[in-house]
Structure formats: C-alpha cells, structure tokens
C-alpha cells in the first residue's frame, strides 16, 4: 500500500515536470527550425497545463 503512494508521488514530482521540460524544449526547438505552426502551439500549451512557467497570482478583492 505504501509503496503504491511513494510510486505516484514519485511519477508526480519527478515525470511529470520532465515531460513539460521535454515539450517546452522540443517546441522551442521545432519553432526555431520551422517557424510558428500549430504542433509547436500545441506543445507549449501541454507544457503550460503540466507545468505552468510562471506562478499565477490570486486576487481576492
């Protein structure tokens, strides 16, 4: 059972961030090459959703 959850946690604190690392690069990578297109798009966008670049800031008023 615990090694079930040290599993997930470690799929979520490590995998995770590496795969928006490797879709953020791969879009940079691909924008540089070709230009703007919709996979680059695409791409950065999966990043943004796994992993957001900057923090977002809340406004409560």
Do not use: C, N, Y
Not at 18 to 37: F, I, N, Q, V, Y
Not at 39 to 57: F, N, S, Y
């Amino acid at each position: 059972m615990i090694q079930k959850r040290i599993a997930q946690w470690a799929v979520m604190a490590i995998a995770v961030p590496l795969a928006a690392a490797g879709a953020r690069r791969l879009s940079h990578t691909l924008e540089a090459r070709r230009g703007p297109s919709g996979a680059t798009r695409l791409l950065t966008k999966g990043a943004d959703l796994m992993r957001p670049q900057k923090a977002k800031r809340r406004r409560f008023f």
